[in-house]
């Protein structure tokens, strides 16, 4: 029996065009034979829409005006209907929702909280392991909890700012040298993030990232090189060889990860073999950690000076399209694209089988 798969792509963060992207890769390259899939877009604006049709639309955006406004999905479950799509007469039932969306509401365990609800399958994290994977603050407490190494972090929030500026620099100085980076506790793709070498800096970046988010994370700046694993799995995990990123600029920034070309991926990334069984097996603790399902890459800094290695952070939806780290670092060690596809479903599925064989709301 064909199961039925629904992409989901777009959404309301910063992240909706890359989200396009991996959606269309991932339409192009899943197994048809064991799949049926039907995409779903979601708008700039938060409007879930279904759209029928070629992929190429997806990722130039075309699909918002080609989609069928007369479709209904249906995602709470009711007595007469299940979770599915109505279009005209036709209803077709969902057996497992396949999200690509990144950033808020769609990596933070929103979204995931919704096919819970809905209690159908899903790829990738769970709601707790996207909420933590993607809060900077409480990702960092839990990392510390297993002794991953990091650099040294501060946190503030608005309210704390507005009511004693001063007092909350002071504190930042007396534990972080700079250069430092400011960045809002949730969000992805560098939005909201300053390197600053000065208070002066410091206080226009804390007051630039609290444009983003109501809570503001301050880490030690290093003079870092970037290196990433891919980890896949549940309870059994299993990580990539290391990739690592040469950006085009400074840091990597919004315009070197999706605007400039000239940033570059060397895979596997320049490390000797004891760094880089280090880095896989300091990948799949911290996914542990978290308590992971499914997938994620996480990303390390080595610093160039000292040749120290921090965790700095986990995505739990990586980017996804064909040229993208996460699925590059697993054709390199022997998973092509299209099965790391089957196996996110398969690994969705086991996973809600496990949920479902537990007492909890029988
Ligand atoms: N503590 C740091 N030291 C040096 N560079 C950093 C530090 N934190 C962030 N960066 C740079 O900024 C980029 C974006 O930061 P990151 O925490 O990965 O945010 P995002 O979730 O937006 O990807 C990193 O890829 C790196 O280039
Ligand atoms: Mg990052």
Known sequence: MKKNVALIFGGKSGEHEVSLSSACSIYNNIDKQKYNIYTIGITKQGDWMYYEGDSENIKNGNWVNLSNKNAKINLIPTKDKKIGIEVEDKFYEIDVFFPVIHGPYGEDGTIQGLFEISN?????????????????????????????????????????????????????EKSIKYPMFVKPANLGSSVGISKVKTKDELEKAISEALKYDRRVIIEQGINAREIEVSVLGNDEVYASVAGEIIPAKEFYDYEAKYISESSKLLIPASIDENLMEKVRDMAIKA????????????????????????????????????????????E????????LIDKLIDLAIERFNQKNSKEVCK
């Open 120 to 172: 159908i399958p899903y790829v990738g994290c769970s709601v707790l392991s996207s909420s933590i994977g993607m809060d900077k603050i409480m990702c960092k407490k839990i990392f510390k909890e297993g002794n991953l190494p990091q650099v040294e972090f501060a946190y503030t929030t608005e309210f704390e700012f507005k009511k004693d500026k001063e007092k909350v620099i002071s504190d930042i």
């Open 287 to 330: 996914f542990k950690m978290i308590d992971g399902c499914g997938l994620a890459r996480v990303d390390f800094f080595i610093d160039k000076d000292t040749n120290e290695i921090y965790i700095n952070e986990i995505n739990t939806m990586p980017g996804f399209t064909k040229i993208s780290m996460y699925p590059k670092l697993w």
């Open 332 to 339: 390199a060690s022997g998973i092509k694209y299209k099965d």
